[in-house]
């Protein structure tokens, strides 16, 4: 793990948007198209804001999400309108989207999907990460949490029923461990002491039960970039 810190909330937006836009632009040099996985919440929306400035070649850039509530796209909610008006708004909106909802599509087909989009190698990964250390929509010892942690799938249902950290949305799909593991580089984008005394505790110990964001860690593959500012 490597941990960036900022002194100011400015430098940690356009520091962690220059991160994002380099490690695209690196795969771009490679390879025809570049797969951008982003997470929801208020914490990242500035950065994804500053990152659809971004000079690149938003064109050959396949945008989709860690997570989404069982919402449609248009949702406020969602995090699919989120992402719609954050990053594919100015340079950004040249690139394609994929939702993990859509009408007229249930649960299961919309995973399915979301698996067989997953067949294309992800780049970047951008995770957050709650106060109760979930990330994604995997939370402390959710429903089924140990087949989503053990699953070869990309991408699963949860049932988030007596997670706090959930809210009302209780039906979600999530990133699961194995389709974070092909991801070249991965992102943690975490502010304030409250997220920082927390990613300490995630730190001194592996067990995904209590602080499912551990994954992030502990998932074979790329190292994490943590970017924090207080």
């Given at each position: 793990?490597?941990?960036?810190?900022?002194?100011?909330?400015?430098?940690?937006?356009?520091?962690?948007?220059?991160?994002?836009?380099?490690?695209?632009?690196?795969?771009?040099?490679?390879?025809?198209?570049?797969?951008?996985?982003?997470?929801?919440?208020?914490?990242?929306?500035?950065v994804y804001i500053a990152l659809s400035k971004a000079p690149l070649d938003w064109q050959h850039?396949?945008?989709?999400?860690?997570?989404?509530?069982?919402?449609?796209?248009?949702?406020?909610?969602?995090?699919?309108?989120?992402?719609?008006?954050?990053?594919?708004?100015?340079?950004?909106?040249?690139?394609?989207?994929?939702?993990?909802?859509?009408?007229?599509?249930?649960?299961?087909?919309?995973?399915?999907?979301?698996?067989?989009?997953?067949?294309?190698?992800?780049?970047?990964?951008?995770?957050?990460?709650?106060?109760?250390?979930?990330?994604?929509?995997?939370?402390?010892?959710?429903?089924?949490?140990?087949?989503?942690?053990?699953?070869?799938?990309?991408?699963?249902?949860?049932?988030?029923?007596?997670?706090?950290?959930?809210?009302?949305?209780?039906?979600?799909?999530?990133?699961?461990?194995?389709?974070?593991?092909?991801?070249?580089?991965?992102?943690?984008?975490?502010?304030?002491?409250?997220?920082?005394?927390?990613?300490?505790?995630?730190?001194?110990?592996?067990?995904?039960?209590?602080?499912?964001?551990?994954i992030a860690f502990t998932t074979p593959g790329a190292p994490l970039h943590v970017h924090w500012c207080p």
């Amino acid at each position: 793990m490597r941990l960036h810190v900022y002194d100011s909330v400015t430098q940690w937006v356009w520091g962690a948007a220059v991160s994002i836009s380099s490690a695209l632009a690196r795969s771009l040099q490679g390879k025809a198209r570049a797969r951008l996985l982003l997470s929801g919440g208020t914490t990242p929306t500035a950065v994804y804001i500053a990152l659809s400035k971004a000079p690149l070649d938003w064109q050959h850039i396949d945008v989709a999400l860690v997570d989404e509530r069982w919402l449609l796209p248009d949702d406020p909610d969602s995090n699919a309108r989120l992402v719609r008006e954050s990053l594919l708004q100015r340079n950004g909106a040249a690139a394609r989207f994929e939702t993990l909802t859509r009408p007229g599509r249930g649960i299961e087909e919309a995973v399915a999907t979301a698996n067989m989009h997953a067949r294309q190698p992800t780049d970047v990964v951008v995770l957050g990460m709650g106060e109760d250390g979930h990330t994604a929509s995997l939370f402390p010892r959710m429903r089924d949490l140990d087949l989503a942690l053990d699953t070869s799938a990309a991408y699963v249902a949860v049932d988030a029923s007596g997670c706090a950290g959930a809210g009302k949305w209780l039906r979600r799909i999530s990133l699961t461990p194995a389709g974070l593991r092909p991801a070249h580089t991965r992102l943690l984008l975490i502010r304030g002491q409250k997220k920082r005394d927390l990613l300490d505790r995630v730190l001194d110990g592996d067990d995904p039960y209590e602080y499912p964001a551990r994954i992030a860690f502990t998932t074979p593959g790329a190292p994490l970039h943590v970017h924090w500012c207080p």
